[in-house]
């Protein structure tokens, strides 16, 4: 069973940071790419990043600059550091998982966690 855990959101000022994690099981962890997703209410589920099985990264526009992806693989764990947060990051956050390659559309990923609510006030 594969299983997906985020944990790190919560209530934050603007400017303020936050970090996410997201502890994976079920997968064979060190080959895998793992993202972040965001959707905010009435809005499409949008990419935030990912990292690829060998630590390379890609981002979505908004977050270039701003939001950073690590992985640990002894810990099987993804982290999304989210800094200079701003009211329109206000979202729930998932972390998704799948084989090998980065990609960026939500339907390439098969596995989801649950989400973790952030919310940036003004």
């Known amino acids: 069973q594969v299983l997906l855990v985020e944990s790190g959101g919560g209530l934050v000022q603007a400017g303020d940071s936050l970090r996410l994690s997201c502890v994976v099981s079920?997968?064979?962890?060190?080959?895998?790419?793992m993202a972040w997703f965001r959707q905010a209410p009435e809005k499409e589920r949008e990419f935030v990043g990912a990292?690829?099985?060998?630590?390379?990264?890609f981002y979505g526009d908004s977050m270039q600059g701003r939001f950073t992806i690590t992985r640990d693989n002894d810990k099987r764990t993804v982290f999304l550091q989210m800094n200079s947060l701003r009211p329109e990051d206000t979202a729930i956050y998932y972390c998704?998982?799948?084989?090998?390659?980065?990609?960026?559309?939500?339907?390439?990923?098969?596995?989801w966690g649950q989400g973790t609510q952030v919310t940036v006030s003004s």
């Open positions: 990292i690829g099985w060998s630590g390379n990264t």
């Open positions: 998704a998982v799948r084989p090998m390659l980065i990609r960026t559309g939500a339907t390439d990923y098969a596995y």
């Open positions: 079920g997968v064979t962890f060190s080959n895998s790419a």
